[in-house]
């Protein structure tokens, strides 16, 4: 008895135990909070808190951003992103300028970006049928409803992703600050900005090339009609001789002709 006696006691005591330590207190959230200036969420900018949102505002338009906010000193971008048929997720980025107090032209930039992820829910909706004394019968007869709905929100904390997109803000400054301020320039495909397309190169037309004269093959021509001969005119005869001259002369005198009767 006293050895079963002593087990049971063990298991009970390993028991409580146990559950001692299941319900401790787990640590809190908002203990991992340190609340030191990492510099992941902020710049600073030789430029005015305006011109500061102003490259901010070109720099998420460039991405595909949506801009829904229309304050100079603040910036608001969505932009979604359809990973599957059934879920989806949205990054909302928002930027607030600030003057730091270290000058006419210096500004201070706040960037945090929260991810939200939304899932497709089926809602069946049944229909009532009323049946005399029984009253109302719910019949799995009806509609199915679907809707995204959101089913979980994070702020981005990833440093890369702010590196990056501080570097795009860089290229979005005044020509002359850049200059000035000696920021080097970056590769625009890294930073996801197209590059702009060179104007096309006129192609050199020469000229056509002369191709050999090839003999032709002889063509049929109308033959030209003779010109019509001009009619034959009619020669005049000569005149009889009035006298031969072979013949010898006349020896005796020709008698006169006998005149006609009065």
Sequence with gaps: MSTSFHLRSLG?????AGAAGCSSPKTAIYEHENFDDSGTFSRDYPVTDVAACEAARRALLSQGY???????????????????????????????????????????????????????KKVNNSASLGVGVLGSVSMPIGSTDDSMVKVASETVSAPKFYERYFALVDVFLPQEVRKAEHIPEQPKAELGVPEPKAA???EKVEPPKEEPAVA???????????????????????????????????????????????
């Design 200 to 202: 096309p190169v006129a």
């Design 66 to 120: 949506i801009i829904t906010s229309s304050d100079p000193k603040l910036v608001v971008g969505n932009k979604s992103f359809q990973q599957t048929g059934e879920t989806h997720l949205q990054i909302s980025f928002n930027v607030v300028c600030a003057d730091d107090g270290k000058g006419t032209n210096h500004s201070t930039m706040f960037a945090n970006a929260l991810q939200d992820r939304y899932a497709l």
């Design 216 to 262: 032709q093959p002889a063509v049929s021509e109308p033959v030209t009609p003779p010109a019509e001969a001009a009619p034959i005119a009619p020669q005049a005869e000569p005149a009889p001789p009035t006298s031969n001259p072979d013949l010898p002369p006349p020896t005796e005198a020709i008698p006169p002709l006998p005149t006609p009767a009065q």
């Design 12 to 16: 009970l005591a390993l028991v409580l």
